[in-house]
């Protein structure tokens, strides 16, 4: 957890109207490759809709866990 002054710092927010108060949230997200998930992905490394279909916004970070 940061304080609300160091969140600030590194993203700043501007609001107009300025509300009363302000409640700030910040989400982290890490992606958990499976080995199925990587067999999976080298199967398909020829066929990129293919690629895209099974494995959506996690593609990316699906293929930057091989080693081709």
Known sequence: MLPDREVDALLPLSISPSP??????????????????????RSLEQDPQAWEEAFG?????????LSW
């Open 20 to 41: 009363t108060e302000v409640e700030r949230v910040l989400v982290g997200r890490v992606e958990v490759i499976t080995p199925e998930m990587q067999e999976t992905a």
């Open 57 to 65: 916004r996690f593609a990316e970070p699906v293929g930057a866990s």
